[in-house]
């Protein structure tokens, strides 16, 4: 069964850093991309950084500069490190695994069934 758990989130002064991580498990021979994303009350989850298939690494325009994703020599651990994080950073980030699969047509649907979001971690950033 596929696990996808966050850590990380917390209370941190304008202008200071936190660091989440997200660990994927129990997917099997399925490739997987992990992102972040974030969502706050009554706005729409929108994209903050992540990797694709080929390991490739891209960033929302407001976060370029300020926070950088990389990961472990195993795909499925990734890092957001937060720099110079203002008050409208504020809000819960979501890891989300996409998983694929190089070569069949059947297992990549498979593993695409499985994509999944965590449960969320809370970034509060004071003025």
């Known amino acids: 069964q596929v696990q996808l758990v966050e850590s990380g989130g917390g209370l941190v002064q304008a202008g200071g850093s936190l660091r989440v991580s997200c660990v994927a498990s129990g997917y099997g021979d399925c490739t997987v991309a992990l992102s972040w994303y974030r969502q706050g009350p009554g706005k729409e989850r929108e994209f903050v950084s992540g990797?694709?298939?080929?390991?490739?690494?891209s960033y929302a325009d407001s976060v370029k500069g300020r926070f950088t994703i990389s990961q472990e020599n195993a795909e499925n651990v990734v890092y957001l490190q937060m720099n110079s994080l203002k008050p409208e950073d504020s809000t819960m980030y979501y890891c989300?695994?996409?998983?694929?699969?190089?070569?069949?047509?059947?297992?990549?649907?498979?593993?695409?069934?499985?994509?999944?979001w965590g449960q969320g971690t809370l970034v509060t950033v004071s003025s």
């Open positions: 990797f694709d298939y080929n390991g490739r690494r």
């Open positions: 989300k695994a996409e998983f694929g699969y190089r070569g069949s047509v059947f297992k990549r649907a498979r593993c695409a069934a499985m994509n999944t």
